[in-house]
């Protein structure tokens, strides 16, 4: 479960936690929609080399790193994917440029993964709610996904901790064929269902307790407020992507492969 570690908000002081979530987003955002304009394996390596020193401001350069090694097996996945469409559908018959494509893909999905990697690590759950609810976001929406945003990690530590319970009554999970270790995960899982309904029940009582959805006009503890370097930021992240964006149709790169 330490794959989640690359993508859990961490609490500590740093220039890129202390800017505004709009600004975080904004350069995720970006980056989200680079990679998708360029399929050149080269542009997708620079979006993943940028985030490096921006990881290693913020101090997440560790969790970081977890959350590429997590995007992997997907990534890889990605490649034997697109790998066997192009064998099935070329005639059984697998080309260089065939590899380079699936590998330039695979390297975009990862450059994807680690740029929300930075933004969710560095923005805590009630500055994301803040950011969805700036975009004028029904709040119903915003708390449901605040929520689950919450509770993913909660859920997946009880998850754990029911798991090595069981392992230290002698559940031996990894053993046998599929069948028989997706009985195993029986005891598991209806444990962890169990406390899944409980919670939802406490959390809607505490809801209903606190008059939820009485007014429709909320206020907030905290309200977004941008500083000059935020402005200058967002100013930077904008021309970068009205340049990248302009490239794109005016300018042809060549693949490390011709």
């Keep these: ?118 933004f969710l690590l560095t923005t805590t759950p009630d500055e994301l709610g803040l950011v969805m609810n700036s975009f004028h976001m029904p709040y119903d929406f915003t708390f449901a996904f605040i929520m689950a945003v919450r509770f993913v990690p909660v859920l997946v530590g009880e998850l754990q901790t029911i798991l090595d319970a069981q392992k230290s009554r002698g559940l031996e999970i990894e053993k046998g064929n599929l069948i028989k270790r997706v009985k195993n995960l029986i005891p598991v899982f209806i444990p962890l269902l169990v406390n899944v309904f409980r919670r939802s029940i406490e959390l809607a009582e505490a809801l209903e307790v606190k008059a939820f959805g009485a007014s429709k006009k909320r206020t907030s503890f905290k309200e977004l407020k941008m500083d000059k370097i935020d402005y200058i930021l967002l100013i930077i992240i904008i021309t970068i992507l009205m340049i990248a964006i302009y490239a794109r149709f005016t300018i042809t790169i060549k693949p490390l492969i011709v």
């Design 1 to 118: 479960m330490s794959f989640l570690e690359g993508f859990k908000f961490k609490s500590i002081s740093s220039p890129i936690h202390e800017l505004d979530p709009r600004v975080k987003l904004a350069m995720s955002f970006s980056i989200f929609l680079i990679s998708m304009l360029y399929i050149e394996m080269q542009i997708s390596i620079l979006l993943l080399i940028i985030q490096i020193p921006i990881a290693y401001i913020a101090k997440i350069l560790k969790e970081w790193i977890k959350s590429l090694s997590s995007s992997l097996f997907l990534a890889a996945f990605v490649f034997f994917m697109n790998i066997g469409v192009s064998y099935f559908s070329s005639g059984y018959k697998i080309t260089i440029f065939d590899l380079y494509n699936a590998l330039a893909l695979s390297i975009r999905l990862i450059t994807l993964f680690t740029a929300f990697s930075i």
